[in-house]
């Protein structure tokens, strides 16, 4: 069974870069026809796809944020992280990291739990 | 690029039974994919492709789509399923770029 949790500072001042680690446990996140995603969610809004990286590498970001969003793997300690540069008050949000399912449709099988990140001076 | 479109809210009574539509144009190339979010926990998926559900999920709910509206059925709704769904799917893009709907919140009477 796969789990994901999400880490991170709470807290990110305007201007910095904000960066999230999401750390895998059941699984190799090297091998299979999956992906690694990160989803956000502000407060009482709906679910914004940010980007993910495969498997077997490459990524893929949402257009909206590609020129601040990096998405990386780091299989020695089965994890995959977020960076998002320059944030502002609007990248407030509750941020999931999970896996999809490499197939046509995008399909998120597994869910952290979410991280809470609130973007203030 | 696409868009998807769900209604803010819908109501249903107890044992009945509720469709949530999703509209998109994406929706004539790329099957929706259906997620169940209740307060404070993350969402969860419920049904995907062509009427699958993950394991776990009970038969009450099944996906279906025609044109550009894909629709998520719950027959015989229960209180336990009030709660957001979210539709999802990609964009018709060389790239690929994931899509997600504003949510529908369901509300059991």
């Known amino acids: 069974q796969v789990l994901l949790q999400e880490s991170g500072p709470g807290l990110v001042k305007p201007s910095q870069t904000l960066s999230l680690t999401c750390t895998v446990s059941g699984v190799s996140i090297t091998t299979g026809s999956y992906y690694w995603t990160w989803i956000r969610q502000p407060a009482g809004k709906a679910l914004e796809w940010i980007g993910h990286v495969y498997a077997r590498g490459g990524t893929k970001y949402s257009p909206s944020l590609k020129s601040r969003v990096t998405i990386s793997l780091d299989p020695s300690k089965s994890q995959f992280s977020l960076n998002v540069t320059s944030v502002t008050a609007a990248d407030t949000a509750l941020y999931f990291c999970?896996?999809?399912?490499?197939?046509?449709?995008?399909?998120?099988?597994?869910w952290g739990q979410g991280t809470l990140v609130a973007v203030s001076s | 690029s696409s868009e998807l479109t769900q209604d803010p809210a819908v109501s249903v009574a107890l044992g009945q039974t509720v469709k949530i539509t999703c509209q998109g144009d994406n929706l004539r190339s790329y099957s929706a994919t259906w997620y169940q979010q209740k307060p404070g926990q993350a969402p969860v998926l419920v049904a995907f492709?062509?009427?699958l559900r993950p394991s776990g999920i009970p038969d009450r709910f099944s996906g279906s789509s025609s044109g550009t509206t894909a629709s998520l059925t719950i027959t015989g709704a229960l209180a336990e399923d009030e709660a957001d769904y979210y539709c999802?799917?990609?964009?018709?893009?060389?790239?690929?770029?994931?899509?997600f709907g504003g949510g529908t919140k369901l509300t059991v009477l």
């Open positions: 492709g062509q009427n």
């Open positions: 999802s799917s990609r964009d018709t893009s060389i790239d690929f770029v994931v899509l």
């Open positions: 999970a896996r999809g399912l490499a197939s046509r449709t995008p399909t998120f099988e597994a």
